[in-house]
């Protein structure tokens, strides 16, 4: 006979392939009636040894239990004829306490049962999986399935008890408030005999959550329902979830959100301020005039605060736009509110950034610094935004401490011109350069062709 090495461990090799297949076909697939069959068929082709089947079948009836797959794992063990001692077995017995817990955490009591019924599970076992079971469903808060767990396995007090399901019930708890699920965190009190200690902490925190999203309702139906204490009320943490709360309301419109969140938790006016002045600001970067100004006014706030750099800034810059997009009553509105000006800074800005339109409907807007411009403008009739790009040229950026002097000089210059050679200097410097002097084929060449007879 050949006693070639090299031909049993091929056969070897192909013996647990062969197995691993049938495991694979046990363990995976939909039709669990189909992967038998293709086993059988397996065993019939190859003549497989029952030693080896029903080490694949044990292993397929592993993958199975553990995975809480109870049909599919009675299938196996029914058209196998799986011995007692392969469910006795300690791998075995570890599956069915890991399949337990997957179907009890899954909600499939029914299933749970089953698997203890069918494999023989220990109480002590049992009881295990129903521990594990009952804490995966309590703290996410589903209080009528861990009621149903500690009802149908007759769960001991011991249990119930237990740091690490006394954990759950308060995650649960905090789960369901943050939720808005009050009466699901009340059962979960009751059903668990939580402590009064752990209670007042998992309320605590679902108030921090509930009210860090600026949802006041949830938050006060909680405080009154759990007769929170005055401690947790003024504690920084839940007084940081309060402002925080008020931020989440104003920059979603809700003003009265905001003022609910203030009288039911007693924020202080430091804070209240804080909120409303980046409220303000955020209102008006958004163009929420009228939401700005309801804030002012409905949290009284501060003159140092309207006439902040961080306030006026913003202001100014929705200032701006309005008047770029003439929205003169919204530029009207900010002035009104916010004591807002423009300067003579603000009118370098709007030049360099070419926001004629802002110049030209601001005559009301700027301070007395820049008027004598518009008057400057109306002398050579020209729009304000014309006669202020003349006057920059190209000097804009320039450090010169005696940029203004230089302008004024292009003034005089202008004025000691006469009209023809003024108008060219003046067409020179706009074409190209100002919005109403971009458009070549409708504006510069008919305008340059006309100069060539009537003069500029």
């Not at 804490?135 to 001991?156: C, Y």
Request: contains cysteine; charged residues 30%.
């Amino acid at each position: 006979p050949n006693t070639d090495p090299q031909v049993d461990i091929s056969q070897e090799i192909d013996q647990q392939a062969i197995e691993q297949e049938m495991i694979k076909k046990l363990s995976r697939g939909f039709n669990i009636d189909e992967a038998i069959n293709e086993v059988k068929d397996i065993i019939k082709k190859f003549n497989i040894s029952e030693e080896i089947v029903q080490q694949a079948v044990k292993q397929g009836t592993i993958y199975c239990l553990s995975d809480g797959n109870i049909y599919r794992t009675m299938e196996i063990k029914r058209k196998f004829n799986v011995s007692e001692e392969t469910i006795n077995s300690s791998e075995v017995q570890k599956a069915a306490k890991q399949g337990m817990i997957s179907c009890l955490s899954g909600g499939k009591i029914y299933a749970a049962k089953e698997i203890k019924r069918k494999f023989n599970v220990s109480e002590e076992t049992t009881q295990e999986a129903v521990k594990q079971g009952i804490i995966n469903r309590l703290s996410k808060g589903n209080i009528d399935k861990a009621k149903e767990i500690k009802q149908e396995f007759n769960v001991s007090k011991e249990i119930i008890s237990s740091p690490e399901v006394q954990k759950a019930a308060k995650q649960g708890m905090i789960s369901c408030l943050s939720g808005g699920k009050i009466y699901a965190a009340k059962k979960i009190k009751e059903e668990f005999n939580v402590s009064e200690e752990a209670t007042q902490e998992a309320v605590k925190q679902g108030m921090i959550n509930c009210l860090s999203r600026g949802n006041i309702d949830t938050v006060k139906e909680i405080k009154q329902e759990f007769n929170v204490s005055k401690e947790i009320i003024s504690s920084p943490e839940v007084q940081y979830a309060a402002k925080q709360g008020m931020k989440y309301c104003l920059s979603n419109r809700n003003v009265g959100g905001a003022k609910k969140i203030k009288q039911e938790f007693n924020v202080s006016e430091e804070a209240t301020q804080e909120v409303a002045k980046q409220g303000i600001i955020n209102s008006l970067f958004l163009g929420e005039i009228d939401d700005a100004k309801k804030i002012k006014q409905e949290f009284n706030v501060s003159k140092e605060i309207i006439n902040s750099s961080e306030v006026q800034k913003v202001a100014k810059k929705r200032m701006i736009y309005c008047l770029s997009n003439r929205n003169v009553g919204g530029a009207k509105k900010i002035k009104q509110e916010f004591n807002t000006i423009l300067s003579k800074q603000d009118l370098d800005y709007c030049i360099e950034n070419k926001k004629f339109k802002s110049i030209d409907n601001g005559k009301n807007f700027f301070d007395e610094d820049c008027q004598y411009i518009y008057e400057e403008a109306e002398e050579f009739n020209l729009l304000v935004s014309e006669f202020c790009l003349v006057q920059y040229e190209h000097k804009l950026e320039s450090k010169d401490e005696n940029i203004e002097s230089e302008k004024q000089d292009i003034v005089d210059q202008l004025k000691q011109m006469d009209i023809e050679s003024r108008s060219k200097y003046i067409f020179d410097k706009l074409k190209g350069n100002h919005e109403n002097w971009t458009d070549e084929q409708n504006i510069i060449t008919p305008f340059e062709s006309g100069s060539e007879i009537f003069g500029h």
